[in-house]
């Protein structure tokens, strides 16, 4: 089964960056969608980015104009530069290993998550 590891996350006041990172075992890893998403205390995870194997991206209208999702194939690994950032995108930050570009849907591993907190 294919393993997950995120990283990147920290504490960051209002208005700053994180740039989050996410490495993936296995194979085929460059034709799988792959995304990002998050959980907040109290919520349920929802849907941040996704980018497929073309290089196609998607965002939520949350973030839209302030985060970037990419993926670099050669080192099996996806990012999310995260720009501008609120207090509301405070979460547990996880990547997805297969995701359904159109519906959000999830189907791959989850990674452990990493912790991302905006404040000052």
């Known amino acids: 089964q294919e393993q997950l590891v995120e990283s990147g996350g920290g504490l960051v006041q209002p208005g700053g960056s994180l740039r989050l990172s996410c490495a993936a075992s296995?194979?085929?890893?460059?034709?799988?969608?792959m995304g990002w998403y998050r959980q907040a205390p109290g919520k349920q995870r929802e849907f941040v980015a996704g980018?497929?194997?073309?290089?196609?991206?998607r965002y939520a209208n949350s973030v839209k104009g302030r985060f970037t999702i990419s993926r670099d194939n050669a080192k099996k690994k996806v990012y999310l530069q995260m720009n501008s950032l609120k207090p509301e995108d405070t979460a547990v930050y996880y990547c997805?290993?297969?995701?359904?570009?159109?519906?959000?849907?999830?189907?791959?591993?989850w990674g452990q998550g990493t912790q991302v907190t905006v404040s000052s």
């Open positions: 997805n290993s297969q995701i359904s570009m159109l519906t959000t849907k999830t189907f791959g591993s």
């Open positions: 296995g194979s085929g890893f460059s034709t799988k969608s």
């Open positions: 980018v497929d194997g073309g290089g196609s991206t």
